[in-house]
């Protein structure tokens, strides 16, 4: 990010491919870009009209409790049908926050118990909240753009993910360490590729570490014929990374 706040490619090669490809006269290819942060304007904003901007919203109330349900997480009684629709509003549906408070729920110690959960850290969705209803006052409804609520809501769900890191630390110390460790993957490796990384440790421990990643849902699984591959979420592998460079440090933010 620049010094007046616009944002700039971190590699430069990235900002002269992309301006040669919107200046060519004619090119049949397209290109779809995902990025959870606005990207930058390509030439300028002289090319604007090659380009198509689409927001991608997080799931609606049904969609993410029917998600809750497939993870095993479902709400008993009235009060926790609550909690969980305002976990979902305050992370705005997004998937990767919501998978890994469902992953949280369905650990021990609270066994899918989301009333417990909700003693525990139910004051963080609070904090959010008021938060969020704070800066509705100290804002029109003109002055809030799409943008800003979107940069807002990445680095939510990053504090969020932060979170889970520093609770794994505590409660599962050698999932953590293979945790930030599968971060140097840049693709999708068999488990065995996964257990070298914490060799030292007994294969029970192991195996134990590598199941309390996948029941957190910290891990992407893609198949292939005859193989099952696993990998870290791009936004997991990010802090996966820094933590990696000084592990006791972040966990203990």
Known sequence: MGARGEFHYKDPLF?????????????????ILTSQDRL???VEGRYLERSHLEWLKGLNPEEALELFGIWEVHPQTDSEHEYLQRIISVYEGHPLALR????????SPYNCDIQAYWHDYGEET???EQQKQASDLRSTADSVTLANYSVSLTDL???RVERTFTRLHVSSPLAYVLLCM????????ERTAWLILIADSSKEAQLIAFQTLQRRFLLETDYTVGRVLYRLHSLIRSIALQHLTNPESKAAR
């Open 15 to 31: 900002t002269k491919f992309f301006d040669l490809f919107t200046q060519a006269e004619t090119m049949p290819s397209r290109l």
């Open 40 to 42: 930058p304007v390509m």
């Open 100 to 107: 890994v408070i469902a992953g949280e729920i369905r650990e």
């Open 126 to 128: 609070i904090a959010i």
């Open 157 to 159: 769900v990053k504090c």
């Open 182 to 189: 599968g971060a140097t993957y840049r693709c999708s490796v």
